[in-house]
């Protein structure tokens, strides 16, 4: 595991770039808000062509949601003060107790984001919606199955037609493995870096990238986090005006809250929580769904150059392939996921409304059954296995993937997560009966 200097800030930063145009309807011809400008010049064009990144998504909550919007099948609705986000997160299906709220600038509305005005951010397993008090665009990310992540707006300032727009270059700019210089893929993006209560970075040594194998003491900083995380302590909740304040951490840190109502005005938002259960959930997907991403784009470039052949691949090419998908099988089976010291707690009604959400075999278990003692979850094998966003992978990967989690599920005696996998997913099933 590497060492991390950090303890700070990490935020899901939606990036912005308003694309002109209206929803395109029945027989319109008019301009597609999802299609790409004829300008518009992507590093994946020239080194992953095969995607056509550039392309309008249609694989994805987003798009599907423009789709009922334009065929008047669904409607969003205005109301102050926080526009169209509680009529988005209905038609969505994202429940308001997946609320987390973040203070460090990390968006292009930094302008309206300080301690006292978070951004509040709202999730499920394929969508993320994104809030500024003030702001003129509700921020969305969306897991597309066959482009990775996606981003849109949706002006947020009047209540005039809603329009979705696609959002590239300006998004990929930070939402790209390499800042779009060329190498990398799109990706969810959590930093983690000391800010002040303006939300301004205090220095630039200890920002860091977190992961599932972050430990819990540098997590959160330039977060908010209510719940219980008993005496591990973490970086959320510290509120300094400079860098000074942090030379003794302990005096600034918080304990555990129930509420940020004494911290800051929480009556703009859908509750006064920002939950320990969901700031969890929400790294381990965007951890696993970064390298869903790097695993789909370099292995569907590879067969295509091999001619849509898995048995023609180099060894070589096969090689730097095993390690892509060695990264994603590990980060899926928590392998080396930090362990927790005590138990943890949340309090916005997040974990139950996440386990509900799980499929279940004969003996009513599931993969998104929560542990909180010593780990994420009770079966350690990611629910993400059941996304089209994984579905969506060739199956050169899926193949691998499989074979892996059956190995390591049974070299670790996890034979509750194996038995569930089996009842509830198909195609893991078949691959078994193949290779026994």
Request: one cysteine or more; glycine letters at 8%; hydrophobic letters at 40%.
């Amino acid at each position: 595991m590497r060492q991390q200097r950090l303890i700070s800030a990490v935020a899901l930063a939606l990036g912005l770039m308003v694309m002109s145009g209206v929803p395109a309807q029945e027989g319109d011809q008019g301009p597609n808000p999802f299609a790409l400008a004829p300008a518009t010049k992507l590093t994946y064009d020239s080194e992953y062509p095969l995607m056509h990144y550039g392309r309008t998504p249609t694989h994805n909550a987003i798009a599907r949601l423009q789709q009922r919007l334009a065929a008047g099948q669904v409607k969003l609705t205005y109301s102050a003060p926080r526009g169209y986000l509680d009529s988005l997160l209905q038609a969505l299906a994202i429940d308001p107790s997946s609320q987390v709220l973040v203070y460090s600038k990390t968006s292009l509305q930094k302008g309206e984001i300080s301690a006292a005005t978070p951004r509040a951010l709202y999730f499920d397993a394929e969508t993320y919606v994104g809030y500024v008090q003030d702001g003129a665009n509700l921020e969305l990310g969306a897991m597309d199955s066959e482009l990775g992540q996606v981003f849109y707006t949706l002006p947020n300032q009047s209540p005039a037609a809603p329009k979705l727009q696609r959002e590239t270059l300006t998004c990929l700019a930070c939402h790209d493995t390499y800042e779009n210089s060329g190498g990398g893929v799109p990706r969810f993006l959590l930093m983690s870096s000391y800010v002040d209560i303006h939300g301004n970075q205090l220095t630039h040594e200890d920002s860091i990238l977190t992961t599932d194998e972050t430990p819990i003491e540098s997590r959160w900083g330039g977060w908010y986090v209510t719940g219980q995380t008993g005496t591990q302590v973490h970086v959320g909740n510290i509120l300094v005006t400079n860098v000074q304040q942090l030379v003794k951490l302990d005096t600034v840190r918080r304990g555990n809250l129930d509420s940020l109502a004494g911290l800051f005005n929480t009556k703009p938002y859908l509750s006064d929580k920002s939950d320990v259960v969901a700031l969890l959930v929400l790294q381990h997907q965007e951890t696993v769904q970064n390298l869903l991403t790097r695993v789909n784009f370099e292995v569907r470039k590879a067969l295509a150059q091999a001619g849509n052949k898995s048995g023609a691949l180099p060894a070589k090419t096969q090689e730097e392939l095993k390690g892509f998908m060695e990264d994603l099988a590990k980060a899926m089976l928590f392998v080396d996921a930090v362990p927790y010291t005590d138990v943890i707690r949340g309090n916005s009604g997040f974990d139950a409304w996440f386990q509900k959400q799980g499929i279940k075999d004969g003996q009513g278990r599931s993969l998104r059954d929560l542990d909180l003692k010593t780990r994420l979850l009770r079966y350690p094998l990611s629910y993400l296995v059941y996304t089209p966003a994984f579905d969506g992978l060739p199956d050169y990967a899926r193949d691998y993937l499989f074979g892996r989690f059956a190995a390591g599920l049974r070299e670790r005696h996890e034979t509750g997560a194996l038995q569930i996998l089996t009842a509830t997913k198909p195609a893991f099933a078949q691959y078994l009966a193949k290779h026994p």
